[in-house]
């Protein structure tokens, strides 16, 4: 079954560093997405991306944030300096069509110290 | 998005069906219901969704309330895997707003 595969799966980086968190979506998907999730809150939306522009972002997702599909497989997440308040889980997902189902990969633990 | 409600947590004998209920009583005509639902600290899974009609696929039901109001999940036969917490989203588009859901424990 085709899946949302995430890289690394764990990192760890100082505060002030910029990181890339991977993500290869399903193959023949069209939309997709970053959510983060701090230790034991609520998932919350970042960012949709679609047609190689963004489509949304939220409040969170400022000018330290960009997205970026380089390569048709990759999708990334860069994180340009780090802060405290980064560390979470942050997860990537994809849709094939707009109001139908995400699937989302296992997530990138990140942590910031 | 429209608002949803959900109990904090639920309890169900393994075996059993589990029926999850949703409040979203200012859903828009063109809104979907989604659920989803996270294992531990896993991705969220997707489980169904609809917009008028009551569907099924291999995972569950989803009965909606001909108002549109409310919905129910309903896990057949739960089994000790299928503790999770449950969230039910009210979205039209493909933004997820998640909240903070409902905590199902299957119980042996």
């Known amino acids: 079954e085709p899946e949302v595969t995430q890289t690394p799966s764990h990192q760890v980086t100082q505060m002030g560093q910029e990181v890339i968190l991977r993500c290869v979506p399903i193959?023949?998907?069209?939309?997709f997405y970053w959510y983060r999730q701090i230790l034991g809150q609520k998932v919350e939306f970042l960012v949709s991306?679609?047609?190689?522009?963004?489509?949304?972002k939220s409040e969170i997702f400022d000018d330290q944030f960009s997205v970026e599909r380089p390569d048709g497989s990759n999708f990334t997440l860069k994180i340009r300096s780090t802060k405290l308040e980064d560390s979470a889980m942050y997860f990537c997902?994809?849709?094939?069509?707009?109001?139908?189902?995400?699937?989302f990969g296992q997530g990138t633990r990140l942590t910031v110290v | 998005d429209a608002k949803t409600t959900q109990p904090t947590s639920m309890d169900c004998a393994e075996g059993r069906a589990a029926n999850l209920p949703c409040n979203h009583s200012?859903?828009?005509?063109?809104?979907?219901v989604y659920w989803y639902r996270q294992i531990h600290s896993q991705g969220p899974q997707y489980i169904i969704h609809?917009?008028?009609n009551n569907e099924t696929n291999e995972m569950a039901s989803l009965i909606i309330t001909e108002d549109r109001k409310s919905s129910t999940l309903i896990l057949p036969h739960a089994t000790l895997r299928d503790t999770a917490v449950y969230y039910c989203?009210?979205?039209?588009?493909?933004?997820?707003?998640f909240g903070a859901g409902t905590i199902l424990r299957v119980k042996s």
């Open positions: 997902a994809s849709s094939p069509l707009t109001n139908t189902e995400a699937f």
């Open positions: 200012t859903i828009s005509g063109n809104e979907y």
């Open positions: 989203i009210v979205t039209y588009g493909n933004k997820l707003v």
């Open positions: 609809g917009l008028k």
């Open positions: 193959s023949n998907h069209l939309y």
């Open positions: 991306f679609y047609n190689n522009e963004i489509s949304e």
